[in-house]
């Protein structure tokens, strides 16, 4: 299972990450910044005794955005069997960043249903996003 998790400290301006599989995405000062999560999962077989995973310390600022997602959106196929695709959704994150929450999900909305078109979807689709 893939999975990500972040601790806001507002009063000390950071935010602690840390991912399976999973990144967290950073927008500051109109620079979208990928921080990737470990590349192993919480579950499954392990071979070692006790899992452990990498702790990211990051500065935030008033007027950041960070976004955690599941793999759903950018693994959505369209018709033809082409996926959205990660780089597309980055930057789609940086282009909204600035945006209400309103206005945030429905750009990802509108370009998921015109990307998807008639295809199903595939898998559950997650983003949460936080300004700070």
Known sequence: MDVCLCVMEPKNQKLIF?????????????TLTKIKGDRKTIGGRQ????????NHEI????????????????DQSDVEGQKFG???????LLNIATQSCKK?????????????GKEEQRDDITIIGIGI
């Open 18 to 30: 840390s991912g399976a599989k999973r990144p967290l995405y950073h927008v500051a000062n109109s």
């Open 47 to 54: 071979k070692e005794e006790k899992r452990t995973f990498t």
């Open 59 to 74: 500065n935030i600022q008033e007027g950041d955005a960070v976004y955690l997602t599941s793999d759903g959106f950018a």
């Open 86 to 92: 990660s780089k597309r959704l980055e930057n789609l």
């Open 104 to 116: 945030q999900k429905q750009k990802l909305l509108t370009e998921l249903i015109k990307h998807q």
